[in-house]
């Protein structure tokens, strides 16, 4: 099984683009979708961040809002929660990947935000990088309900600029030029991954 790590900075598309994996026969392991779970009422994360953000937790479940005040207010609390997040996310996809292989899945598609920032393009066989200009960016992630441009700004600064994620990649798959060419790269992508795995 071929395991890709797919990729984007904010509101380049790449939810859009996982979903096109996914209709193509790809198994998708959605990190942000995790991290939902583990936030959620019952989740694993929640009595971490009680200890952490007591003010957080909001009928027993994390207030993502509240959660974003404290992360914008002083970027250390970023790498706290990060440095207890990631190993369960990567818990998790150990976990989807047994399932993919049950299923007889052979590409593997890891849908992860940071996965140059945090190294994790070292535990991909390829990266996909997702792109699109910034005059379609921005635009996308203003639109974004709760979205103001402090908030964009801070998101975008933690992530590594999209030129250096788009001269790590194995492939780069641009949004900007419509669906159906996205769609199309998607396909040629999936292609060149099932002959590698033959």
Not at 23 to 40: C, N, P, Q, T
Not at 52 to 61: E, H, K, L, R, S
């Amino acid at each position: 099984m071929i395991i890709v790590g797919l990729t984007g900075s904010i509101g380049m598309g790449k939810s859009t683009t996982a979903q096109m994996f996914k209709d193509a026969g790809a198994y998708v392991f959605d990190a942000d979708a995790v991290v939902h779970k583990l936030y959620a009422k019952g989740g694993e994360a929640v009595p971490i961040l009680r200890a952490v953000f007591p003010d957080v937790i909001v009928d027993g479940a994390v207030d993502r809002a509240r959660l974003s005040k404290h992360l914008q207010a002083d970027p250390l609390h970023i790498q706290v929660l990060e440095s207890f997040i990631h190993p369960m996310v990567v818990k998790m996809r150990t976990r989807a990947i047994s399932e993919a292989k049950q299923q007889g899945k052979t590409i593997f598609v890891a849908d992860i935000p940071l996965l140059f920032e945090t190294g994790g393009e070292a535990k991909v066989d390829k990266a996909v990088v997702v792109s699109a200009k910034e005059d379609v960016q921005k635009p996308r992630v203003l639109a974004r309900a709760g979205m103001t441009e402090a908030k964009f700004n801070l998101i975008k600064n933690r992530q590594m600029p999209d030129a250096e994620k788009r001269s790590r990649a194995d492939y780069i798959i641009e949004t900007d030029k419509g669906f159906d060419h996205a769609r199309a790269q998607v396909l040629e992508i999936m292609q060149a991954l099932a002959n590698k795995e033959h």
